[in-house]
């Protein structure tokens, strides 16, 4: 079983930036795929970002494109989420999720690992 931990999360003025971490405990996840999603209070969870296992390759959400970037250091088991040029509407909760497999996805619904999420808000 993986455990995921998120953490970064906070206030931030609109064009800053955070960074979210993703720390998995209980086994590797170096050969599962990851992503990011988020969710807004009164709106549904949505995707955000992914990776696949290796890194080399990503996917994001149209909105997020250009100012976030998702990596990870499998020698840490860690996944991050560069977030810059944060705008009042990407104000939500930040999930860590993880896939069973190694192929990343764009889907909310394809991850069996969850975290428990980080509160991220933009101030305008």
């Known amino acids: 079983q993986v455990q995921l931990v998120e953490s970064g999360g906070g206030l931030v003025q609109a064009g800053g930036s955070l960074r979210l971490s993703c720390a998995a405990s209980?086994?590797?996840?170096?050969?599962?795929?990851m992503g990011w999603l988020r969710q807004a209070p009164g709106k549904e969870r949505e995707f955000v970002a992914a990776?696949?296992?290796?890194?080399?390759?990503?996917y994001y959400s149209d909105s997020v494109k250009g100012r976030f970037t998702i990596s990870r250091d499998n020698a840490k088991n860690t996944v991050y989420l560069q977030m810059n040029s944060l705008k009042p509407e990407d104000t939500a909760v930040y999930t860590c999720?993880?896939?069973?497999?190694?192929?990343?996805?764009?889907?909310?619904?394809?991850?069996?690992?969850w975290g428990q999420g980080t509160q991220v808000t933009v101030s305008s």
């Open positions: 209980g086994r590797t996840i170096s050969s599962y795929a």
């Open positions: 990776i696949n296992w290796s890194g080399a390759i990503t």
């Open positions: 999720a993880g896939r069973g497999v190694p192929v990343a996805t764009t889907s909310a619904r394809s991850y069996n690992y």
